[in-house]
């Protein structure tokens, strides 16, 4: 069974300051792990994915995430915030290989502050 | 080209009536899912369809829920005898054979069903 755990249902930067939001997964199988952004309602965009290549992965809008297999996490990181980032940020994963469907973690809303 | 569209976007119902929602995914996408998304329960995944494979229920909450894929292309999802807690957003995606590994899914813009 997997499942995902974000850290901080409610995370709040000021304007230029660091994004850190946090993910953490439970896999019994190697597993590939993304971050999708929803702004207000729109569907589900998808920022980045990781798929066994390399651990640190770019996205877009200056979003990376890092893998690490250790601590089992998979944080998305953004070294500056931009009012335009204000969103809701869900982690998800699926097993490599077999079933496809994505398992979500609870989300994290981004606000941001002038 | 065009993204995954639904219909309808909103959709208001009575307590106990049939709700059809519609899904279309990209052309030549042969991998499409059902995920519901609600206060309470968060991002859900209810069925998913790979070309001409029986269907993943797996995720479908009761015997209420449908849905089906024809032609391997338009999906239906089909609530019958809604319930006030069937009120959600419903998001359709599908996935490129090509992708299918990376399971990189694009997603609707979603149905807001509200039961009443």
Redesign the interface.
């Known amino acids: 069974a997997q499942s995902v755990t974000q850290l901080g249902s409610h995370v709040s930067v000021s304007e230029g300051a660091l994004v850190l939001l946090r993910c953490n997964y439970s896999s019994s199988v190697p597993p590939?792990l993304?971050w999708?952004v929803q702004y207000p309602?729109?569907?589900?965009?998808?920022l980045l994915?990781y798929?066994s290549a390399a651990t640190l992965v770019k996205g877009i809008n200056g979003f990376e995430a890092e893998f690490k297999k250790s601590e089992t996490s998979f944080h998305l990181t953004k070294p500056s915030a931009h009012m335009s980032d204000a969103a809701e940020y869900?982690c998800?994963v699926?097993p490599?290989?077999g079933?496809?469907?994505?398992?979500?973690?609870?989300?994290t809303r981004l606000t941001i502050n002038p | 080209g065009a993204g995954?569209s639904q219909s309808p976007s909103n959709k208001v119902t009575e307590k106990g009536k049939d709700v059809e929602l519609r899904c279309d995914p990209i052309s030549g996408h042969t991998?499409l899912?059902w995920?519901r998304q609600s206060l309470g329960q968060?991002?859900?995944?209810l069925i998913?369809f790979?070309g001409n494979s029986a269907p993943?229920k797996s995720?479908l909450p009761s015997d209420r829920f449908s849905a089906e894929r024809t032609g391997g292309s338009v999906s239906t999802l089909t609530i019958q005898r809604t319930q006030q807690e069937d009120s959600a957003v419903y998001?359709c995606?599908s996935?490129s054979p090509r992708g299918?590994?990376?399971?990189?899914?694009?997603?609707?813009?979603?149905t807001r069903l509200t039961v009443l």
């Open positions: 590939y993304f999708y309602n729109q569907g589900l965009q998808l994915k798929t869900f998800a699926t490599a290989q079933a496809q469907k994505l398992v979500f973690g609870q989300g | 995954v991998a899912y995920y968060g991002l859900e995944f998913y790979q993943d995720g998001l995606a996935s299918a590994w990376n399971n990189e899914q694009f997603f609707g813009p979603g």
